[in-house]
């Protein structure tokens, strides 16, 4: 057989996730639905056309960076594999501490997200008080907080006590996903149609642009709405993270990447064409809905008081699942990072339980509780949750991205191709990969609603993503250069070719 570049990790985890449940837990998490309900504040101010068209055109660029992972993922299959690819392919001059950054970026981005998924759900949670009291009852940040942590907590005890059969589970994610999402497909217009409730023409549906609750450009604020799937088709990277736990990583790790994007691409693109037909002709009205949700007001509009209950509801425990399937993925990263000896505790961190189901059951705690520690930002206001959950986005765009780009700099000669290559495409498909991550990263900084904003809607996502950045390689230039150097390897056997 064909030698392959070494990974040179010993086996640790147990290797029982097939293909299709390492898509599972990718497309888990991205949770369609419940995902682009949370993130409508950023496609509804740019009307049907932001909704629609700037879905499919983001989406369109991540999945271009989806197949440049999906090329690395398919090479050199790791739980750690972006800051071990950077490392890899980097130049001998920066290596050391590109990969010392993209495992931070990546690792606190991660975290980011539980944040974002967690608080996401307990927003869901209060909303159905909101409804339930016809928009009276408004609750206090303190609650959304309160519920946040018990979400959290739950998560932890679940992922502790079902690994077992934690990878049967992603598949029946994946079924109740896309059962939600028929249901709504077919409800929304149905009802409507019943109730005597106007639809949106196609002409509204794929030509109308507004501009609701923002001062920016008409233009601008569609490239805003691309916010919606920059939030929503974020965690395709778990699939790289389960790397160690796939049974054929080399070719379920390209396939669930490329799956999982793509099927929100093109599922999303209908969905959104959907709610748009459903949304009404007053965008406003959706964005100051009193249930502070704008799907909720979709929903209410179209069903009534007691269907926008059941399928909030049913939204909700899907927003729960989700946070399980980001906390399972993070927690592989963040045991992947500690194996090399970058975190603080790495040598705590880094044990395997064999007790529950050969995982790394001291980095799901870990993750949990840092998660809880971040999320305090989230009782300052609105801005700066947003910023905490910012992580999700530009952090792990710039954790992809740098792996990407020293490949194409300097890694050209030692790339091997995996199952899944692109061909005389891949150089291409990479180059561009880097021009949207970069300006992906850039648009996450900009406040939404328009310019010179004052201090309660100003986006701090330069800051608190300036602050991983700048730190990580703050603490690697002053005190972590003297002894990271890398993946530490615990083998010396080459591998052979499907095997790690």
Wanted: aromatic share 14%.
């Amino acid at each position: 057989m064909r030698k392959t570049a070494n990974i040179d990790y010993k086996q640790e985890l147990k290797r029982h996730y097939s293909s299709i449940q390492i898509f599972a837990i990718a497309f888990s998490i991205m949770g369609l639905l419940p995902s682009i309900s949370a993130t409508l504040w950023f496609s509804v101010p740019a009307g049907p056309v932001g909704m629609v068209w700037g879905w499919f055109s983001a989406s369109s660029l991540i999945f271009v960076v989806a197949l440049a992972i999906a090329e690395l993922g398919s090479s050199l299959p790791t739980s750690g594999g972006l800051y071990w690819w950077t490392h890899y392919f980097a130049s001998e001059r920066f290596k050391n501490p590109l990969s010392f950054l993209v495992g931070y970026s990546n690792t606190l981005g991660l975290i980011g997200g539980i944040c974002s998924i967690d608080y996401g759900f307990a927003s869901f949670i209060v909303s159905l008080g909101s409804i339930s009291s016809d928009g009276k009852w408004l609750p206090h940040r303190g609650y959304l907080y309160a519920i946040f942590v018990a979400t959290v907590l739950c998560h932890g005890l679940l992922a502790t006590f079902c690994a077992r059969v934690m990878h049967h589970l992603q598949t029946w994610f994946v079924v109740a996903n896309i059962a939600l999402i028929i249901a709504t497909v077919i409800v929304l217009p149905i009802s409507m149609r019943i109730r005597g409730v106007p639809i949106n023409s196609a002409d509204t549906v794929f030509g109308h642009t507004a501009n609701e609750g923002t001062t920016w450009p008409t233009g601008w604020a569609f490239m805003l709405s691309w916010l919606c799937p920059i939030w929503t088709i974020g965690a395709f990277d778990s699939c790289v993270h389960m790397s160690e736990e796939a049974k054929s990583p080399k070719r379920a790790v390209p396939a669930g990447t490329v799956a999982s994007v793509g099927c929100c691409w093109i599922i999303g693109f209908f969905l959104n064409a959907i709610l748009a037909a459903c949304a009404g002709s007053d965008f406003g009205a959706i964005l100051a809905s009193p249930f502070g949700q704008p799907m909720a007001q979709i929903y209410h509009n179209a069903l009534g008081k007691q269907g926008a209950l059941g399928f909030m509801s049913a939204i909700s425990i899907l927003q729960f699942f989700m946070g399980l399937s980001i906390v399972i993925a993070a927690s592989r990263q963040t045991w992947a990072f500690s194996r090399d000896g970058a975190l603080p505790f790495s040598s705590y961190l880094r044990k395997i339980s064999k007790s529950f189901g050969y995982q790394p059951l001291r980095t799901v705690w870990a993750c949990c509780l840092t998660a809880i520690v971040l999320g305090l930002l989230s009782l300052i206001n609105t801005a700066a949750a947003n910023a905490l959950f910012s992580l999700a986005a530009a952090s792990n765009n710039v954790a992809w991205g740098i792996p990407i780009l020293c490949r194409v700099l300097w890694g050209q000669s030692k790339f091997r191709p995996g199952p899944f290559y692109l061909g005389r495409f891949s150089v291409a498909v990479s180059i561009i990969a880097l021009i949207y991550l970069t300006f992906a990263t850039i648009l996450c900084m900009f406040p939404t609603q328009g310019p010179n904003p004052d201090p309660t809607i100003m986006n701090y996502s330069p800051v608190v993503n300036g602050a991983v950045w700048g730190g990580a390689l703050l603490y690697y230039f002053a005190y972590a250069h003297t002894w990271f150097k890398g993946p530490i390897h615990n083998t010396h056997s080459v591998e052979e070719e499907g095997q790690i």
